[in-house]
């Protein structure tokens, strides 16, 4: 028997997660399917921001670096993630960009395995992981060496003793392709390299140990699930064990053992605050940390058991709704193997996903071919899973993906 709108709404009813909704500010008749892309407005942060714009910035001045937290937010909203991906207080730091933070520590990897000189990374990672990897090895004489997903572990034992680090991401961009942390962190140590993972689409989806998996080295963005915001601080991890001996290429100031001491020669800071560089860009700073008080008391095991529902749910109405629409799995089938995202490819993915989103769903592309579902449990109701996959059936039975104004391409897909 097909699902019904009303099972749905029984899932939701059942739903031990489902007061978290109250925690965002959505709006009104749209259902949003791309927080893996950029996360919703939590409710508590406009009152936040405006606090920090006009007291601790347009009263407190300069003050308010000492008197309202601002120098020390780095850690302590590093402190916050820690809780969400396994990792110990002192062991995550909120600064710059994914790709700083990827330089920074891929260049720290090679420094601390000298005499070793290939990377192994994915053909299919995130462009932006490619691109920094292969510049680092660039720049250091290095080799980078990107392999299909089904030869990760080959590529691993093939490097042998040359190997100096393994960069991954954890969930993939564009399928929602899920990789075993442990296991691939185990082969990587068996080989004597260093392990860094990109944490972008599993942190704040999943449970996460980075600890108790004896990952090295991380990252990972603020603006996907965490919801800090557009163009939100990254962050950067650095297992304890590793942090005296780290060192990274962009030695500014803020990195500093005594940055208030002005002295003319570098010394690094003794823990995690080694890999900031300089001053943060505060507001934005602000805003993440606000974000991830949304997920106090929250059970993070609840938010996977319901991402892989939601996905499993997902699949399944839309092969009920649209046989023979030329849709095609894009994901993986098996829940365990899949991040908190599901994509299905068609030939005219971009036009299709422009016309949904003009009714009111918002999802998001990649190319070539690929329509992306992202699936952020805290504020996303089962039975706007049954809405979506129906305005996605009218939209292909009507057509109404084959309009001009629906395959012109906008700069951000």
Known sequence: MA??????????ARDPLRAQRDKFTLPEGVIYLDGNSLGALPRALPARMR???EQEWGHGLIR?????????MPRSAGDK??????????EVIVCDSISVNLFKLLAAALRARPGRKIIVSERANF?????ITQSVANWLGAEAR???PERID????EAGESLAAVQLTHVNYRTGRRYDMARITRQAHEQGALMLWDLAHSAGAMPLELGNWGVDLAVGCGYKYLNGGPGAPAYAYVARRHQAALEQPLTGWHGHAAPFDFAPEYVAAPGIERLLAGTSPQLSLIALDCALDAFE??????????SEAMGELFITLLEEQLPGEGFTLASPRAAAERGSQVSFAHPEGYAIMQALIARGVIGDFRAPDVLRFGFAVLYLRYAELYDAVTRLAEVMRQRAWDRAEFKSRKAVT
């Open 3 to 12: 699902i019904s709108r009303r099972d749905c709404e029984t899932m939701d």
């Open 297 to 306: 008391g929250v059970d993070m095991s609840q938010v996977r058991a319901k």
């Open 81 to 90: 993630i820690a809780r969400l991906i396994g990792a110990e207080p002192g």
């Open 127 to 131: 462009p932006t992981d490619a691109y």
């Open 154 to 157: 080959a590529a691993i034992r």
């Open 64 to 72: 308010s670096w000492n008197a309202a937290g601002w120098y020390t």
């Open 51 to 53: 606090l920090a714009i």
């Open 146 to 148: 990107f392999a299909a």
